[in-house]
């Protein structure tokens, strides 16, 4: 079965500052890619997805990850944080074999105004 | 916020009681999907309802079990209820477009608390 691994627990940040949010899953087959995101007192919501195709994918509120398979990565980016960003992030793989789907344990991101 | 609502909102239960949580999906979607949450954790897969069949399960017993209705809203039972069943269980519905997990849209959850 899968895994999915966040590396950072709590990610504290100035606005402006360049994010990354490591993911690393583990699996050999096909997979579908998610970043999810959950704000202060609402409902998860898609960030971003991979599916197929390039690489580089984009989602709302100026965020994008690159899968690199070669490292079974999946980390999001984000040029410049806003402190409105202020979120949990959930990394999430769909293994296509047995339709199961891995959650990571979440990266709290707090941005300081 | 999303189309999707889940029933009750809390719910308090004692060991070994038997539980049901109820949620409808957003128009337009057929496909339901279960997650357990605890405090501090990222979501479990539990399983997948597409078109009233459970198409895919994560790593919960038997005791988990689920319905889907023809209007594709959605029932979860946990029978012989745990300590560890304590958690909040959310609930997603999609449309199958590339693949069943394509966009979910993620209910407010249950908080299930078990005593």
């Known amino acids: 079965a899968q895994s999915v691994s966040q590396h950072n627990h709590h990610v504290i940040l100035s606005e402006a500052a360049s994010l990354e949010l490591g993911c690393n899953y583990s699996?050999?087959?096909?997979?579908?890619l998610f970043w999810y995101v959950q704000y202060p007192g609402q409902h998860l919501q898609l960030l971003l997805k991979y599916f197929s195709g390039d690489p580089l994918v984009k989602g709302i509120k100026g965020f994008e990850a690159e899968f690199i398979k070669s490292k079974f990565s999946f980390n999001l980016r984000k040029p410049s944080v806003q402190w409105s960003d202020t979120a949990e992030y959930f990394c999430a793989v769909n293994a296509l074999s047995n339709n199961d789907m891995r959650f990571g344990a979440g990266t709290r991101l707090t941005v300081k105004p | 916020e999303t189309g999707v609502t889940q029933s009750p909102t809390h719910l308090i239960k004692t060991r070994g009681q038997q539980v049901t949580l109820r949620c409808s999906s957003q128009s337009g979607h057929n496909t339901v999907s279960w997650y357990q949450q605890a405090l501090g954790q990222g979501p479990q897969f539990i399983f997948q309802?597409?078109?009233?069949?459970?198409?895919g399960r994560g790593n919960f017993p038997p005791r988990f079990s689920g319905l889907q209705f023809p209007n594709y809203s959605s029932e979860l039972n946990v029978n012989a209820l745990e300590l560890d069943d304590s958690a909040l269980y959310l609930c997603?519905?999609?449309?199958?477009?590339?693949?069943?997990?394509?966009?979910?849209?993620f209910g407010p959850g249950t908080r299930l608390t078990v005593l």
């Open positions: 997603a519905s999609s449309q199958e477009l590339v693949g069943l997990f394509y966009e979910q849209f």
């Open positions: 699996y050999g087959g096909t997979v579908n």
């Open positions: 309802y597409y078109r009233e069949e459970e198409n």
